[in-house]
Structures are given as C-alpha cells and as structure tokens.
C-alpha cells in the first residue's frame, strides 16, 4: 500500500478533492473569476510573512520600532519579508475592491448568491481592518499619527464612537495600551474572522458554483481543474511577482522615525483612508458627521442592499440606474484621494514637513546603528543633540528667529535671521547695515548700532562722518569669526580695530567706554558658550549687558534659564551655532560617499 492509498484510507481526502478539481464553472473559465482565489493566495502569503515577523517583533511602545528596524536592516532577509508583507496589505485593499466591483458588474449578488455578497463585503471590511490595525505596529511617526487621525475619526460616531475609541486606544491618548490592543486585533482576532468568512464563501462556492454573468454561453461547462485553477495560480503569481519587486525597489517597507507624541508632524492617514479624510474638509465642525457618518454609513447600506436592487437581468446600460451610486461611490473615492495627493504636492508647507520627516528619518537610522538604549527608541532620538536641538529650536526659539527653512516668514521676523551666525559673512553685514530687516531692524535695538559705511541721517554728524574702509571691515569681521570658532585672537591686527573702532559701546573682556550701553560683548562672540550664555540670561553680561534687558527695550529677548534645563540649553546652544554656521551640512557632505567617475 503506498503512502497515498494509506492516508486516503485515514482521511478520506481524495474524494473531496476530485469533487473540489472537477467543479463546473457553468460559461467556462474566465479571468474575471481568479479574482476570489488570488485574494485567498494572498492572504496566504500574509499568514506566511506575518508569522516570519512575529518572531523578532516585539510589541510595546519602548521596542516595537527597534524591532521592526533590526527587521528591516539588520535581520537576514527580513526587509524582504516584511516588503512583500506591507505591499500584499496595499494590494489586498486594491484587489478586494476590484473583486466587489467586478461581482457588482457581473450581478454575481443574484439568487442564490447574495449570501456570497455578504460575505465579500465582510471580507473587504476585514482586510480594511487588517490595515487599520497593522499601519500603527511598527511604531513610527506614519503609523502614529495616521492612528490619531483614524481614531478620531471613529470616535465621532454618534454614541458608540467615544467607547469605541477608547477601546480601540485604551484610554484617552495613544500608548502601550493601544499598540498591544491593535496587535491582538491584527494577529488574532481578524485573522480569525477572515478564515471563517473566506471558509462560508467556499462552502458557497462548493453548493452554488460561481454565478456566470448574464447572457454566458450555458452550453459551455468548464471543470475547476486545470483552467480555472490555472487562471487563479497565474493572477496570484503576477501579484507575488509585482510585491517581490516592489519590496526590493524599496529595500522592505518605509520607517520612518520613532513615534513621538509631542512632535509637530503633519498628520495623513494611509491612501486608502485619504477619500474619507478629504471628504472631511467639506463638512466643517458639526457638519463633519455627514462625512464621517452620514455618507459612508448610506454607502454600506447601499452595497448591502444592492442584492435586492438589482434584481433583474439585462444589459449593464440597463442596469445603470441601480448601479449609478456605485460608479459615483468608485470614481468619488479615487478623485478623493487625488485630490488629497495632488494638494499635499502643491503645499509648500507640506513639504518642507515631509523633507524635515526624511532627515529625520535618516537621522533615526543612523542612530539606530549605533544601538538602542534601554529606554527606547525615543529616548535614543530626543536624547541625540542634533534631533533634540532642532526641536528645542522649534519649540523655543522659531517664533522670532529665523534659521534656513525654520521658522517665521522673512517678513514676519522680529528677531535676527541667525543663518549663517558666527560666520564672517554674516559680521560683515551687521557692520554694514545693522538695521536691515533680517538683522536688527524689527528689533527693539534698532538705530543703536550705526552703519560703518551709510552716513547718519544727522546732517550735521554726517558733515564728521568717515566711512570704515574695506580692509578694516574684513579684519574685524575675521575677528568675529575667530572668536566664534573659540580661537583668543589676543594682538591681532583685528583686536586692536575692535579696540580702536568698537569698544565705545562694545564690550570687549569686559571693558568698554559707555557702561550704560546695551551693546553685547564681543570676546567669544557666537561661540557655543556665548550663544548658552544670551539663552539663558540675555542680561547677565557673558553676552549682552543688563541695559539689554531694560524695560524700555520693548520685545527684548527673554530669559530661558528656568524654562529650559541646563542640559538642553547647551544643546541648543550647539546646534545653534553648527546649523548658523552651516557646519551640519558640510558635516553631511564629507560622510557622503563620493560619486565615482
């Protein structure tokens, strides 16, 4: 007895399978009927790479980024198993509804299929679920945010929505509790659903074979196996194919860096969410619940009852009256979601966010490589000086400052552009026009600092005024500059002008020939410590002089030193004088690998 006739004697599984193989599919096989079985092969392949990732991804606030991270660069093919598994959920969301669609068109909802519709539209609700609950797992600020947006959304149910969301998130904001939450949902609960709804569909299929289209050649009768089975393995294969690709084109999937709650980040949710999310901005404040609520809820009903709308046979032309908001429902979603793309391309804004995401992001994964401390991914990203210092600088300091992209708009400044501060560049303009309105000109010093090449407005002082020379402007200005990069300069040429020609309101070491004057010190001048110094107390004297905090001086820069910890204030202070002085950049260029010829 051979090993087949042996298990077939236990199991009996011969018999269902012929009658599975040989299966009439009444019209022929078709194309149009793979769509169902490919779904199922890609939900395979879902099961398959989701259990791959089970076994290195942990699940909690403190390591569920760190983990997909060793997934995707550091565990041997893990960026491909978890591209191919990000890319099947996109394609599964696409085939679903090309699936629906199609049965819709071909009125596969007929007597006695409308239980088969039910359960498609059940299968098309859970693969929506599926990535819902699976965008957030690896902890990003993509999969944060867009839960927030999500979960908002839900929670504007009339009723249910606030128990929902609270369910769904485990308290009042998102946390451990959610993330544990949606991963119980993601790799339990509807992987549950799905198999029992995909299990009543084949005993469906099993009892009613596929329902033909309308006017299908009756005469023709196909079996199951080879045709139709072969068409199922094709459509399924040029899926794998195309996510294979994808996953290699992108290395894996994206990852951004870590979830952070206080972050500014522009908030979208997945392109599959995007229509709803669009079609929020028409129906503003109490209005939101026919977005919402309103027309998506008449949509689900429309679609449950189509069955029974659609009811006779005839062409597609005329059937068009009952299928009219179906196509409305099709077409208003992809222009949706055109239009939410299309609007985020032309935002400026927008985009200066997302290139702020992108270097951030990098800048994540190369701490990342360095390694995770104990406390997480986000403490290792707050606690690095670049990425803490820029948020600092957001946070404290770009509501009058300007700095390359950050910041208020150059005509809303009212304080100094600091790009380029500390350099001799930036120096040399303040010697000449002091009162420009990048520099000092919306401020409240301006007119304190004259030019040292425009006569004052006086006519009688501009009868005694003497323009400094070229020579002179560039020495003082190299001096500046030294003293920014810490070097003493004590003898110099430049010195002694800053002596001769700027100690009248200057101080320089201390000294200087009006005590009364709100003029800042220029020994370490935009140094590190000097800049620590000016946030901390811009009066103490290490950087301006207590005159510059006089009451008289409206808008004058506040103190920091009890509103910013010590610690922070000298990583801003840091970041401050690499990002004026651009040094970041060319820090950035020299690691950039060079382009061979």
Known sequence: MSLGDWLNDRIGHREPLRRLLDQPIPGGARLAYAWGGAIALLLLVEAITGALLMTAYAPSTTTAWSSVAHINFTMRAGWLIRGVHYFGAQALVILVAIHVGHLALRRAYRAPHEVSWFLALGVLGVILGFAFTGNPLPWDQDGYWGARVETGIAGTVPVVGQFTQQLMVGGSSLGHLTLTRLYSLHVFVLPAIAAALLAARFALFRKHGVAPPDGAAAARVDRFYPKQLGLILLVGVVA????????AVEHGAPLESPADPISDYSARPAWYFRPLFELRKFFPGSLELIATVGMPGVCALYLLLLPFLDRKPASLLARLPALAPLFVIGLGAVGLL??????DARDEGFQRAQAA??????????????????????????NDPETRGEDLYKKECASC????????????MTAP??????TKAWALEVLRDPDADHLFGKTAFKEMMPSVVKPPADPEAAKMFTPMSEADQETIAAFLEGQARGELGAGTPGEKLVRQRCTSCHRLDGKTDDE???????????SVAWIEAQIANPGS???????????ELEGH????????????RKILAAWVYRHGRGEHTKAAAAKAPEKKP
Do not use: C
């Not at 400052?401 to 809303?412: A, C, F, I, N």
């Not at 552009?417 to 500390?422: A, C, E």
């Not at 009364?516 to 935009?526: F, K």
């Open 516 to 526: 009364e004057s709100a003029a800042p010190e220029l020994r370490g001048w935009a």
């Open 401 to 412: 400052h300007r700095l390359g992209d950050l910041g208020p708009p150059k005509d809303k």
């Open 541 to 551: 004297g290490k950087a301006y002089p207590p005159a510059a905090m006089s009451k």
């Open 240 to 247: 794998l194919v195309v996510l294979f690709d994808l996953a």
């Open 417 to 422: 552009d600091l790009t380029g501060f500390g």
């Open 557 to 568: 820069m506040p103190a920091f030193e009890e509103k910013i910890p010590a610690n922070d």
């Open 338 to 343: 055109a239009k939410s793309l299309v609007t």
């Open 357 to 382: 995401v992108s270097e951030r992001t990098a800048r994540s994964l190369a701490l990342f490589k360095q390694g995770v401390p104990p406390e997480g991914a986000l403490a290792m990203i707050r």
